[in-house]
């Protein structure tokens, strides 16, 4: 059974640093693609950034660029999105994804697999 589990969400002042993780488990990875969402309240969720296991090859949402990086550890089956100078719109509840498939995907129903979600609030 796949899991995804994510960690690392919290409260934050504007301006500052997160690192999100997102343990899988279950299955080899290496053919699949791995994304964030985020999720306000009374919004439709948003994808984030995404990322081939395979080869590492990243695509971003204009709104991250060049303030997150996505990245995987290959030996710890855990990939991690690191966000630098928060904005408090960046507040959401964020969300792991696979999708079953090599190729990148910003589409949210094209991922199979989800994890239950981290908080993260940035306050101004």
């Known amino acids: 059974q796949v899991q995804l589990v994510e960690s690392g969400g919290g409260l934050v002042q504007a301006g500052d640093s997160l690192r999100l993780s997102c343990a899988a488990s279950?299955?080899?990875?290496?053919?699949?693609?791995m994304g964030w969402f985020r999720q306000a309240p009374g919004k439709e969720r948003e994808f984030v950034a995404a990322?081939?296991?395979?080869?590492?090859?990243?695509f971003y949402a204009d709104s991250v660029k060049g303030r997150f990086t996505i990245s995987r550890d290959n030996a710890k089956n855990t990939v991690y999105l690191q966000m630098n100078s928060l904005k408090p719109e960046d507040s959401a509840v964020y969300y792991c994804?696979?999708?079953?498939?090599?190729?990148?995907?910003?589409?949210?129903?094209?991922?199979?697999?989800w994890g239950q979600g981290t908080q993260v609030t940035v306050s101004s």
């Open positions: 279950g299955r080899t990875f290496t053919s699949y693609a």
């Open positions: 990322i081939r296991w395979s080869g590492g090859s990243t």
């Open positions: 994804a696979a999708a079953a498939r090599s190729l990148i995907t910003v589409v949210t129903t094209r991922y199979d697999y």
